[in-house]
């Protein structure tokens, strides 16, 4: 029999602190209407001072595992993702597992920008598959705000902050598509396309701290492409139609493309999950928040066939598919 990995639990957290459109405004050359019309995003939350990418990590993971009546020591791996750590080293996951009392097994970072949920999935999906690992905390956690251009009306708008966090355990499937668990994860990228999505600076640059920058017509004009390769890999690699899917829980970073994939795969809006109008784009933390929303809320039940996409800088672009 082979191996599958199940989910077992979901978390997520959120900063206190929202920062609304109307806010924005008071600050900038833009309004509610006109962020609306363009992203679908009405709010976002913003971590206080002194909240860091792990702070709200540790919540989401907290959220996790109780909701898989587990703790810190049940687990065999953690992994992050997230483009705005802590530090430079260690890794955040390193925080998170001290935290958790996690006192065996291992706990680093992923770094895919957007896609890091899914690169992170794929990471653990595979340790499990590998016996490498029984069970693994699957993290996406991100303090977008820290690394944001606040005088840039074109990318301050689209960010927030946020975690969300999964719990996976080991079970045993038929190899068939009624599987439970993640039944297959798809992940690319493309580093031709640094130039289009980037933070200026870095610890090897000559500025140590950087802005986010971004092409956004270019962006919003690959992803439509690259999420729909990556979607159409998962429907081909499992044998299904998109009929049979129950949810798309897309990465939430516009509205406009949101739609878009729904109506590709021909979804009706009630099967899509959005979060994005009082979450913004919380890049990696982005998928794991919507669909934590959605577990807890009742809409994804045992049985439901579970659709996750994403792209983010890099380029980079990915889907999963699970039975949950």
Known sequence: MPT???????????????LSNADLARKLETSDEW????????ERRIAAEGEVTSDLAIRSAEGA????????????????????????????????????????GVAFDVQAVCSGFVFA??????????????????????TFSRILDWTDR??????????????????EGSGGKDDRGVLSTHIFS????????????????????????????????HAVVKLAEAVDAAIAANGITAAEIDWLVPHQANRRIIDGMGHRLGLPPEKVVLTIDRHANTSAASIPLAM?????????????LVLLEAMGGGFTWGSALLRW
């Open 190 to 221: 493309d580093g031709r396309y640094h130039d289009m999505l980037y933070v200026d600076g870095g610890p090897s640059s000559t500025v140590t701290t950087g802005h986010l920058r971004m092409e956004g017509r270019e962006v919003f004009r």
């Open 35 to 42: 962020i609306v019309q363009r992203t679908g995003i009405r």
């Open 121 to 142: 999935l794929a990471v653990a999906d595979n340790f499990i598959k590998a016996g490498q690992a029984r069970t693994a905390l699957v993290i996406g956690a991100e």
């Open 65 to 104: 595992l109780k909701n898989a009546g587990m703790s810190g020591n049940d687990i065999d791996l953690i992994v992050v993702a997230t483009s705005t750590p802590d530090e430079t080293f260690p890794a955040t996951a390193t925080r998170v597992q001290a935290a958790l009392g996690m006192t065996r």
């Open 292 to 304: 934590a929303e959605a577990a807890a809320d009742g809409r994804i039940r045992p049985g439901h």
């Open 4 to 18: 599958r990995s199940i989910v077992a639990g979901c978390g997520a957290y959120l900063p206190s602190r929202i």
């Open 154 to 171: 074109t990318t301050c708008v689209l960010f927030g902050d946020g975690a969300g966090a999964v719990v996976l355990v080991a079970g």
